[in-house]
């Protein structure tokens, strides 16, 4: 059933236009640009602020009632990903360093098809296109899904990216996607921008055959919160992609991450008037340490993770042991070598520019991610490990929790 309200093929774009429009037109809102936030600042166990970088390197401080994260997501930490160079997870650091309860790490979405060309931006090529009939098509020409999954092409997400990787592998080729048998004016009236993005890079949407692969795209898990923005540190509230409300489960459905933007950030707004109070913490939510719930081989420590502000790990060789060890295909000896490989890298310097800072949270969050990854002795949604691939309902059909411990 055609259930998504499309703003042509860049609906995303369009809510943000339109919300900028309005929030500059505003005279009782100040904007600062390009700004870095490092800390939340916590006094009396409540958030109190923020402090944060300005454009040209500066140190500032900045105190309120109400602090909002809706910072985005995390998929810069993945070598592979369609999201911007921004994406690099802060939002979920500066939670985690502030105290903030975190859950669900371990459930990160990776888009089937983005482009796959050398050279060329990992552009997200939309699932609306199989929506309308796209096929994928391997080195020969031949259309392969329905080997994989009986739902062929629109099968979910998580099994068409593992599903594109075993064709590749088994065809010793790419794949891609093709909508050649389509009307090309139709295709490219329906999808401009995406055709023009192909244009670029000297591809025909309508005729070619586009390469694509997967590509980090999405986080299920972030800042745990209530239905109304709250976390479990009051005065902080979290919305967005940067929050985990367990909206998406352990997967997400194409679309529903602008409306559940839209929605929980309005509420968000609501909430940040009022008294400031924490989240409890809600059913199905497990603390992380408890030791039933640790995964074989770990000291039940996980949650204990040190604040990480500098590392010495190249940030592309970070990317690149995340997208092989914690990527769509995931086990325990990837993921422990990935952990141990991230510890050795961690120490507690603080930094002292922002680009040491954001190097610091991907750090941060990589280690998270990995440490939950592990930690998840199942499949589920996002969360394939290949030594566990059966879903286990009676040991793991719970949201894991994570908060920072005692040093």
Known sequence: MRRVLHAGAATGR?????????????????????????????????????????????????RARSTLLATGGAGQVF???????????????????????????????????ALNLAGAPRFLISE????????????????????????????????????????SEASRGPVFLTLAHLDAGYVTGRFPTIAAMCAQVGLDLARDPIPVG??????????????????????????????CT????????????????????????????ESPQAAPLAAGRVMADDPGLMANGTDGDGHRLHAISHQPLAMASLKELMWQHAGL????????????????????????????????????????VARAALRREESRGGHFRADFPARDDLHWKVHLVDVRGTE
Do not use: C, K
């Open 128 to 167: 609306a296109l199989r929506g309308e009939g796209a096929r994928l098509v391997n080195v020969r020409g031949e259309p392969f899904m329905t080997r994989y999954h009986p739902s062929g092409d629109l099968a979910p997400r998580d099994v068409v990216a593992r599903s594109i990787v075993r064709e």
């Open 214 to 243: 997967p590509a980090a795209h999405y986080m299920m898990g972030g800042v745990d919160t209530d239905g109304w923005g709250r976390t479990s540190l009051p005065g902080l509230y979290a919305a967005g992609e940067v929050a």
């Open 246 to 273: 367990g909206l998406h489960g352990a997967n997400r459905l194409a679309s529903n991450s602008l409306l559940e933007g839209l929605v929980f950030g309005a509420r968000a707004a609501l909430a940040m008037v």
């Open 329 to 368: 295909f995931r086990t325990r000896e990837g993921l422990t070598s990935a952990v141990a490989t991230l510890e050795r890298a961690a120490v507690a310097a603080a930094p002292d520019t922002a680009d040491a800072w954001r190097q610091g949270n991907l750090l941060t969050v990589a280690r998270l």
């Open 14 to 62: 369009e809510i943000g236009r339109v919300l900028w429009e309005r929030v500059r037109a505003l005279p009782s809102v100040d904007t600062i640009d390009h700004a870095l936030v490092t800390e939340v600042l916590v006094e009396d166990g409540a958030a109190a602020g923020v402090r944060y970088f300005d454009a040209a390197g500066r140190r500032h401080e900045v």
């Open 79 to 113: 070598s592979d990903t369609t999201n911007p160079a921004v994406a690099t997870g802060d939002g979920i650091a500066l939670g985690f360093h502030a105290g903030a309860r975190l859950a669900d790490l371990e459930f990160v979405q990776f888009h089937p098809t």
